[in-house]
């Protein structure tokens, strides 16, 4: 079992809060196309034998992939890869690419599963953070690809945007929920630094919403997904039962993936290796046959440190027996801190596995840098 | 002997005291133009970046005038208030002075201070207007000043200017002219004055000496008078711009000793050098042990440095004599060192040296002067730090230093001046219209006020036009208290300040308010209180956390964000715990800039 990750790295135009790798000028995007099959072909021992049964483009925005260049990356995966049947396949669409005529194609492709990036249902957050499309796109893409056949869709959407009162926010979830799709990604709006809102955030001219503000926000959709039916299974995905993404639980469970693509990462339990995040220097590497990575080895403690991080995010815990394979008990080392967290409410522990509460979410950061191993400890 | 010329400069730090001694040793070839580097005087890294002199250093030059040869001897004298005794202890090595003041600017309250010590050593004073060559220079104006100050002629002026190399002749000839030869007598017993020291990590102290009596050969058993101490003089010398040994110098000569000695504590600035065979009934008068003034603790940032920053004081104590202090500990910041300074300046040039030449990151406590405190049993005890204060009910009465302030400014700022130094409360002694817009004002005020934070206030409002020099003037009862900083209950040691009952309540809010802006929210709520005793003065409450949690943790987010929290919780780390609160470094350096 292994995963796929193809990062599509262009844009129409750049999301004030995106800092993800992306380029808006698409002059060279059937190049990156042909290099990233040719990434393929070198890259296909990465995951040794194991069967693929997940296959995510992400991005960028990889909606902007014609049907044929879609075509021409499936065609080179299946002649390098041994991919399920049943895989998943997801594709991250904007709305604004998704017109009817595109959906039919989609549909047709082996992609079953599509990630709408809506981020809000209201036109001034829309504006404020510089997406492609209206409010109105944002809702009838999702109806539209209901309508072309698409049974598992996700949705993403951002809250703790600056405003007077919640009220933005919970209409927000109501639109989402009148839409009924199947899973639901929620991100508190993140200033990074290097950003429209990071610069105007560090000037002065952005004034980001206060902890207290995201904080009740992120109670609200926690209580609204429960309302709904929707299982939180991590910090920001919730779905269905059965609609997890089995493509994004698998990095929380340590199964390998290989990222193809500028900036992709790629992981196989002892190092993680990042692509050049340049389409320029990626495209020069390949065309010379070359790949153009960064590796970093993972120690026990950093395995370990990684594991606390991602699994604490999630339903299914900190597992405390697996973290003792990699010579950490906290029972024995975080005693005090584990009391004083049960004590507050912060965790639950069961049958020896580690649960962060609703309110311990909130401050799943703080909890896991509290738990890290020192990496000192490394010799 | 009467060819020797033996001067210091006096002057204000800006007014061009170093670039025109650097045209001074060109002039007369000790160094070539090659060799020239910018502020040649200055060979400390900080010092030449600073534009002040922190130590004095001396050279000799060789000068041919009416055919005669010269050797002049330049002593340069370090222009900051924290060191007037070594100011004192140069003048007393020369018979004249240049006095150069900055013709667009005139003179400052510093410059007169040293210009009344040479002038009562009875040294010849050459007065020099520099930068003469700036557009708004005002000749005519400080001149006038000069005229009132030493009661010369106008003609003794020199107009000169460092920069464009104006007037260096006339420095120089002025130089052999006015100033008189040393008097002494070679046959005396030996008597040489020690006015510097300098370390040298091959070669232990250089002590620099001026001969007043005698003569000096090398391989002499010498004796430091003041000390006690004896040495072999293993090599004697002049000081040009590299040392040139001697065979034997006598009275009159500048010149620098080596004789094995290790730890600059043993020489001591002032003290007499005479030989053990023929020693000299009397020192030269006007030696003291230099007293600090100012007192600070300084601890590593990292716990665990404690023994690395120890070795960095013991270093720098090597080659910085006035440095005093001893081991101390605190709960909030562990085990560091409480240290006596001269001054402010000398206490940021002791921490930026640590930083510099030893790599040591360090956090200085809130400075502090030495108080007596009367017990009600009627003794006396010296208390340096917050921490030694006895509890009130103990407490007789407390005494402070009390220093004479002179300040020099612009007659625009006179109100603005006043108004601080009676919120630092001082008392206005005298006010004096040097010329029409120029004026001195003599405050008496506690020097507890002065040690934090005022220097810079005073720069402040009046853009740079204020110059100060102080003296102790003796201790005077006041009424003071200790205030104390509690996170959580918890006294954080390292807060605490000793401050006038009047402004404690303010000091204690506005702590309370700086501390609720740099404490990070924690976990829990954490209560901010000042107190004075029991009673408690101000509070804030940071609230518990709220959120701390990023948004995606995907395959490409995973190690950046493991490493994001590792390098936080390293900074955690970093951070000191009083009781369960985590404090972060910026919170200590933090109270030494309230405002």
Redesign the interface.
């Known amino acids: 079992m292994a995963g796929i990750y193809i990062h599509i790295p262009f844009c129409k135009q750049a999301c004030h809060y995106c800092d993800f790798h992306f380029s808006t000028s698409l002059r060279h995007k059937s190049s990156v196309v042909t290099a990233i099959c040719q990434e393929i072909a070198l890259q296909q021992q990465y995951l040794g034998n194991q069967t693929i049964n997940t296959i995510y483009f992400g991005g960028g925005t990889p909606s902007l992939l014609s049907s044929e260049e879609l075509l021409q990356i499936f065609s080179t995966l299946h002649r390098c890869f041994n991919i399920a049947p049943d895989a998943e396949i997801t594709l991250e669409a904007n709305p604004d690419d998704l017109t009817k005529a595109k959906l039919q194609e989609l549909a047709a492709s082996p992609v079953n599963r599509l990630s709408i990036g809506i981020q809000s249902f209201h036109e001034e957050h829309l504006r404020r953070m510089n997406r492609a499309h209206n409010a109105q796109e944002a809702y009838y893409s999702v109806l539209y690809a209901q309508d072309a056949g698409f049974t598992n869709i996700t949705t993403d959407l951002i809250y703790g945007i600056p405003a007077p009162s919640h009220e933005l926010w919970l209409a927000d979830l109501t639109k989402l929920f009148s839409l009924q799709v199947q899973h639901v990604s929620c991100y508190a709006l993140t200033i990074e630094e290097k950003t429209a809102l990071g610069r105007w955030t560090k000037k002065g001219s952005f004034k980001p919403s206060e902890d207290e503000f995201v904080a009740e926000q992120f109670e609200i959709l926690v209580a609204q997904m429960q309302a709904h039916g929707f299982t939180q299974y991590e910090i920001s995905n919730f779905c269905l039962p059965g609609f997890e993404s089995k493509h994004n639980s698998n990095y929380w469970r340590g199964v390998h993936y290989l990222g193809l693509g500028p900036s992709a990462h790629s992981f196989n339990s002892h190092s993680r290796q990042y692509n050049v995040a340049n389409n320029a220097k990626y495209l020069t590497a390949l065309t010379q046959n070359q790949l153009a990575f960064e590796r970093e080895e993972l120690t026990v403690v950093d395995q370990a440190n990684e594991y606390l991080l991602t699994s604490l995010r999630t339903i299914w815990g900190c597992d405390l027996n697996r973290l003792r394979q990699f010579g950490v008990d906290l029972r024995v080392q975080q005693k005090e801190y584990l009391d004083e967290l049960l004590q507050k409410e912060y965790i639950r522990i069961q049958d020896e596995v580690l649960y962060l509460t609703d309110k311990g979410k909130l401050l799943a950061d703080q909890i896991t840098l509290d738990l890290f191993l020192e990496p000192q400890a490394q010799a | 002997m009467k060819n020797i010329r033996n001067f210091c400069i006096i002057a204000h730090i800006d007014h061009g005291k170093s670039t025109l001694a650097d045209r001074l040793l060109e002039f007369t070839s000790t160094v070539a133009e090659r060799e020239m580097q910018d502020q040649l005087l200055d060979n400390m890294d900080l010092e030449r970046e600073r534009g002040i002199t922190i130590k004095s250093h001396a050279i000799q030059m060789n000068y041919h005038y009416k055919g005669e040869d010269y050797v002049l001897n330049l002593i340069d004298t370090p222009g900051h208030v924290d060191f007037s005794y070594e100011v004192s202890r140069s003048i007393a090595a020369c018979e004249g002075a240049l006095l150069i003041v900055d013709s667009s600017q005139g003179i400052e309250a510093q410059t007169i201070s040293n210009l009344y010590l040479a002038i009562g050593n009875d040294l010849e004073i050459i007065p020099v207007l520099n930068k003469i060559d700036l557009p708004h220079s005002m000749p005519e104006e400080v001149s006038d000043e000069i005229i009132d100050l030493i009661g010369c002629d106008k003609s003794d002026i020199i107009h000169a200017s460092g920069k464009a190399g104006i007037g260096i002749e006339n420095i120089l000839n002025a130089i052999c002219d006015r100033i008189p030869a040393p008097k002494g007598d070679p046959k005396a017993p030996l008597q040489a004055l020690i006015f510097d020291s300098v370390f040298n990590s091959y070669r232990g102290i250089e002590v620099y000496f001026r001969i007043m009596n005698g003569t000096l050969k090398k391989g002499d058993k010498v004796k430091f008078v003041n000390t006690g101490k004896i040495y072999n003089a293993d090599e004697i010398g002049v000081l040009k711009l590299n040392q040139e040994p001697r065979e034997e110098m006598r009275a009159g000569d500048v010149g620098y000793l080596i004789s094995g000695i290790k730890n600059a504590k043993e020489v001591k600035v002032g003290d007499t050098i005479t030989t053990v065979e023929n020693p000299t009934q009397e020192s030269i008068q006007g030696f003291e042990e230099v007293k600090p003034m100012v007192f600070a603790g300084i601890y590593p940032v990292e716990t665990s440095e404690f023994e690395e920053l120890r070795s960095a004081m013991e270093k720098l104590q090597l080659n910085d004599a006035s440095l005093v202090w001893e081991p101390e500990s605190s709960v909030a910041l562990g085990f560091g060192f409480r240290c006596g300074f001269l001054g402010m300046l000398h206490m940021e040039i002791v921490q930026e040296r640590l930083e510099r030449e030893f790599d040591m990151t360090v956090i200085t406590t809130v400075p502090s002067v030495q108080f007596k405190v009367f017990s009600t049993k009627g003794d006396e005890i010296t208390v340096n730090a917050p921490s030694d204060m006895p509890e009130p009910n103990y407490i007789d009465r407390i005494e402070e230093p009390f220093i004479k302030a002179q300040i020099i400014t612009k007659s625009d700022y006179v109100g603005a001046i006043i108004s601080l130094c009676m919120d630092k409360r001082g008392q206005i002694k005298n006010q004096n219209y040097l010329t029409s817009d120029r004026v001195e004002m003599v405050f008496e005020m506690p020097l507890a006020e002065i040690v934090f934070d005022f220097f810079d206030k005073l720069k402040t409002l009046s853009r740079g036009y204020a110059s100060l020099d102080y003296e102790l003037i003796g201790f005077r009862t006041s009424h003071l208290v200790k205030l104390d900083i509690m996170l959580n209950g918890e006294k954080v040691d390292a807060l605490s300040a000793i401050v006038h009952r009047d402004k404690a309540y303010d000091w204690g809010r506005r702590l309370c308010e700086k501390l609720k802006e740099l404490l990070p929210r924690q976990?829990f709520e954490i209560a901010i209180q000042a107190a004075i005793g029991q009673k408690i003065i101000s509070r804030e409450t940071i609230s518990a956390?709220?959120?701390?949690?990023?948004?995606?943790?995907?395959?490409?987010d995973?190690?950046r964000?493991?490493k994001l929290?590792?390098k936080?919780?390293?900074g955690?780390k970093r951070m000191r715990q009083v009781g369960n609160v985590e404090i972060p470094q910026e919170a200590f350096l933090a109270v030494l800039k309230l405002d």
């Open positions: 976990m956390m709220r959120k701390n949690v990023l948004a995606k943790c995907y395959g490409g995973i190690s964000k493991r929290l590792e936080q919780k390293k955690k």
